[in-house]
């Protein structure tokens, strides 16, 4: 006798909400289409459901995410670094306290006395059937970040080599689910044999039919859920092991909308716009923002930013805030909607040679009319860089473009081997931006505040 085995997943929504009631409908009418065949399944997500990007993430500091899980029948889900670094303590700490699912991450650990007791290492299943399933999950060691906020995420190698052998004992099938990004995902699977399935996520990559390497099939569904998983494993009850695996990604883009699903989101946008909506401030005159000109508000952020950390000096790109303000009252929620990005202020150690090279780069084409997408920024382009603490005098040759001239600190150039304290945003600190700012090997990192908390009080402090 053969049985078959369902696995639905989503990973790396980022709280694009537009595609949410079609995820919610096409997981609801799989699962009862597998209920009705007495088949066993389970929903799974893989982390980074939550960005606060959206104003529900931001408004209920991801709790709606968790109930709109419920609603759509979640089963496990396993925690992205958007659930891990971009909430107080306390707030991830309660996340999950409402949840209908259950929530497995190995490698995640308080560094505070207790641990929530929604934090499982090891989730078990059992198909309809009586086969025994394991699933462990894993995500992404960003400890720069996670030791600021009290918690610490255990070398993910490590943390399968401490639980894998129990799993074995215990499971017919090992399930991953890992928010981990593709490279790792690979790697695990030529290390360790017994694990059947990785379901990934993290980097967002789209695996239509799944991987396999060694013994393992390797599956992810992108971003944003415009696909979702499903993994069909074929277990022979009469040889008693796993003799089929199957992983697809499906295109459901031109699904119809679950109306339940699009109801609730009605409702909680209301409540986020109450949530939101409480005057922070009253300007008198709008505020001007442009992507490639210095102006007056990305000015006075930027001093913020330098005062705000204590560093000698400090540097951010004008294509943070994406739309005017008006004239008037001044909400949370304009706040959010002109500066949306999870993206912290944090302090790089620079030589003088460092930080004229930085200084160089930011003022290219290349640089300012890059459309980035990751990394945190949630812009359109990364815009003309504003400086606080430097003199910077430029030239424009005739190709049009503006080019470096000199940089002064304090009236004097730059001296090639001083260190140099320079705040940003925590966006240059990874990838190859600006690569003198990703290799820097001293950095400090400022959580839980986001740039638009600096925002908010450069707001009031110079403009009400």
């Given at each position: 006798?053969?049985?078959?085995?369902?696995?639905?997943?989503?990973?790396?929504?980022?709280?694009?909400?537009?595609?949410?009631?079609?995820?919610a409908?096409?997981?609801?009418?799989?699962?009862?289409?597998?209920?009705?065949?007495?088949?066993?399944?389970?929903?799974?997500?893989?982390?980074?459901?939550?960005?606060?990007?959206?104003?529900?993430?931001?408004?209920?500091?991801?709790?709606?995410?968790?109930?709109?899980?419920?609603?759509?029948?979640?089963?496990?889900?396993?925690?992205?670094?958007?659930?891990?670094?971009?909430?107080?303590?306390?707030?991830?700490f309660?996340?999950?306290?409402?949840?209908?699912?259950?929530?497995?991450?190995?490698?995640?650990?308080?560094?505070?006395?207790?641990?929530?007791?929604?934090?499982?290492?090891?989730?078990?299943?059992?198909?309809?059937k009586?086969?025994?399933?394991?699933?462990?999950?894993?995500t992404?060691?960003?400890?720069?970040?996670?030791?600021?906020?009290?918690?610490?995420?255990?070398?993910?190698?490590?943390?399968?080599?401490?639980?894998?052998n129990?799993?074995?004992?215990?499971?017919?099938?090992?399930?991953?689910?890992?928010?981990?990004?593709?490279n790792?995902?690979?790697?695990?699977?030529?290390?360790?044999?017994?694990?059947?399935?990785?379901?990934?996520?993290?980097t967002?990559?789209?695996?239509?039919?799944?991987?396999?390497?060694?013994?393992?099939?390797?599956?992810?569904?992108?971003?944003?859920?415009?696909?979702?998983?499903?993994?069909?494993?074929?277990?022979?009850?009469?040889?008693?092991?796993?003799?089929?695996?199957?992983?697809?990604?499906?295109?459901?883009?031109?699904?119809?909308?679950?109306?339940?699903?699009?109801?609730?989101?009605?409702?909680?946008?209301?409540?986020?716009?109450?949530?939101?909506?409480?005057?922070?401030?009253?300007?008198?005159?709008?505020?001007?923002?442009?992507?490639?000109q210095?102006?007056?508000?990305?000015q006075?952020?930027?001093?913020?930013?330098?005062?705000?950390?204590?560093?000698?000096?400090?540097?951010?790109?004008?294509?943070l805030?994406?739309?005017?303000?008006?004239?008037?009252?001044?909400?949370f929620?304009?706040?959010?909607?002109?500066?949306?990005?999870?993206?912290?202020?944090?302090?790089?150690?620079?030589s003088?040679?460092?930080?004229?090279?930085?200084?160089?780069?930011?003022?290219?084409?290349?640089?300012?009319?890059?459309?980035?997408?990751?990394?945190?920024?949630?812009?359109?382009?990364?815009?003309?860089?504003?400086?606080?603490?430097?003199?910077?005098?430029?030239?424009?040759?005739?190709?049009?473009?503006?080019?470096?001239?000199?940089?002064?600190?304090?009236g004097?150039?730059?001296?090639?081997?001083?260190i140099y304290?320079?705040?940003?945003?925590?966006?240059?600190?990874?990838?190859?931006?600006?690569?003198?700012?990703?290799?820097?090997?001293?950095?400090?990192?400022?959580?839980?505040?986001?740039?638009?908390?600096?925002?908010?009080?450069?707001?009031?402090?110079?403009?009400a």
């Amino acid at each position: 006798m053969k049985e078959r085995i369902y696995m639905y997943y989503t990973n790396d929504l980022h709280s694009n909400f537009k595609q949410w009631p079609r995820v919610a409908g096409y997981f609801k009418n799989e699962k009862a289409k597998r209920e009705a065949e007495h088949q066993s399944c389970w929903i799974i997500d893989i982390g980074d459901h939550l960005d606060r990007v959206h104003p529900i993430a931001e408004a209920f500091k991801g709790k709606a995410n968790v109930q709109l899980m419920n609603d759509a029948g979640y089963d496990i889900v396993t925690l992205g670094n958007n659930e891990g670094i971009t909430l107080a303590h306390e707030d991830l700490f309660h996340l999950y306290d409402k949840a209908n699912f259950q929530v497995v991450c190995s490698n995640l650990k308080s560094m505070r006395s207790l641990e929530p007791e929604w934090l499982q290492p090891t989730v078990h299943l059992q198909s309809v059937k009586g086969v025994k399933i394991g699933v462990i999950g894993l995500t992404a060691p960003f400890n720069a970040f996670y030791n600021l906020l009290d918690w610490h995420v255990e070398a993910p190698f490590h943390t399968l080599e401490k639980y894998i052998n129990e799993l074995e004992q215990v499971s017919d099938i090992i399930i991953l689910l890992s928010h981990l990004g593709l490279n790792e995902d690979q790697e695990i699977a030529r290390r360790f044999s017994a694990i059947d399935v990785i379901i990934g996520g993290h980097t967002h990559h789209l695996l239509r039919r799944g991987e396999e390497i060694n013994n393992t099939i390797i599956t992810a569904a992108g971003k944003h859920c415009s696909f979702v998983g499903e993994v069909i494993l074929t277990w022979d009850h009469d040889l008693n092991k796993l003799v089929n695996k199957e992983a697809y990604a499906t295109d459901i883009t031109h699904y119809s909308n679950d109306l339940q699903a699009e109801q609730s989101l009605l409702v909680l946008n209301k409540e986020a716009d109450r949530l939101l909506g409480d005057p922070i401030i009253h300007m008198e005159n709008p505020i001007e923002v442009k992507w490639f000109q210095h102006t007056e508000i990305m000015q006075k952020l930027t001093d913020t930013l330098k005062n705000w950390t204590n560093a000698d000096c400090a540097m951010l790109n004008a294509g943070l805030l994406m739309d005017q303000l008006g004239a008037g009252d001044v909400t949370f929620k304009d706040i959010h909607r002109i500066c949306p990005h999870p993206i912290n202020p944090c302090i790089v150690q620079l030589s003088g040679d460092e930080l004229l090279e930085v200084i160089r780069a930011s003022f290219t084409k290349e640089f300012t009319e890059l459309k980035l997408r990751g990394f945190g920024f949630r812009g359109e382009v990364l815009g003309r860089m504003i400086f606080s603490g430097l003199t910077v005098k430029t030239f424009t040759r005739s190709n049009g473009e503006e080019y470096v001239e000199k940089v002064t600190f304090q009236g004097e150039e730059l001296v090639k081997d001083n260190i140099y304290r320079v705040a940003t945003a925590d966006t240059f600190t990874f990838g190859r931006l600006l690569p003198e700012i990703a290799k820097s090997s001293t950095k400090q990192f400022f959580l839980p505040e986001f740039i638009r908390d600096l925002l908010a009080y450069t707001l009031v402090q110079n403009f009400a």
